[in-house]
């Protein structure tokens, strides 16, 4: 199935969970927060969170400093 990830387009097998598509592109897991349709998904449940084809993400990364 195709997953857009911050407007590139991206191949993951049926059933693939958030945690696990953000792991085979090798994102790291900290500092950064996914949003499904503008609505940012808690980490906590990103292992079971269920992607679907066509889903659009983003990605936001967290930064410091100010």
């Not at 085979?24 to 950064?32: C, D, F, T």
């Not at 609505?39 to 100010?66: F, R, Y």
Request: net charge negative; charged share 25%.
């Amino acid at each position: 199935m195709k997953i857009k990830l911050n407007d590139k387009t991206y191949e993951t097998a049926e059933g693939t969970t958030l945690e696990r598509f953000m792991q085979e592109l090798g994102m790291p897991l900290q500092g950064i927060a996914v949003a499904i349709d503008y609505e940012v998904i808690p980490k906590g449940q990103w292992c079971e969170t269920v992607l679907e084809d066509k889903m659009e993400l983003m990605m936001i990364h967290a930064v410091s400093g100010g």
